[in-house]
């Protein structure tokens, strides 16, 4: 059992990371940014929300447990 606090911390990093996701790509791209550049971006990103994921896949299991 994953005490109440540690829970809703997990819930907070998991918030993080997807704010984290949105500042480095945002859903509108600017248009200064190099096509190269934006594939790193968007890569970077794409870490950031399959972490997110992965947190919050661990919250739903621990929750229906």
Same mark, same amino acid.
């Given at each position: 059992? !994953? @005490?109440? %606090?540690?829970?809703?911390?997990?819930?907070? +990093? =998991?918030?993080?990371?997807?704010?984290?996701? /949105?500042? &480095? %790509?945002?859903?509108? @791209?600017? @248009?200064? &940014?190099?096509?190269?550049?934006?594939? =790193?971006?968007?890569? !970077?990103?794409?870490? +950031?929300? !399959?972490?997110?994921? /992965?947190?919050?896949?661990? !919250? /739903?299991? &621990? =929750?229906? %447990?």
């Amino acid at each position: 059992m !994953l @005490p109440a %606090d540690a829970y809703h911390g997990l819930q907070a +990093f =998991r918030d993080e990371l997807i704010g984290i996701a /949105q500042t &480095i %790509d945002p859903a509108t @791209p600017s @248009p200064e &940014i190099r096509k190269p550049e934006q594939s =790193r971006r968007r890569a !970077l990103a794409r870490v +950031f929300r !399959l972490w997110a994921e /992965q947190v919050h896949g661990n !919250l /739903q299991a &621990i =929750r229906s %447990d």
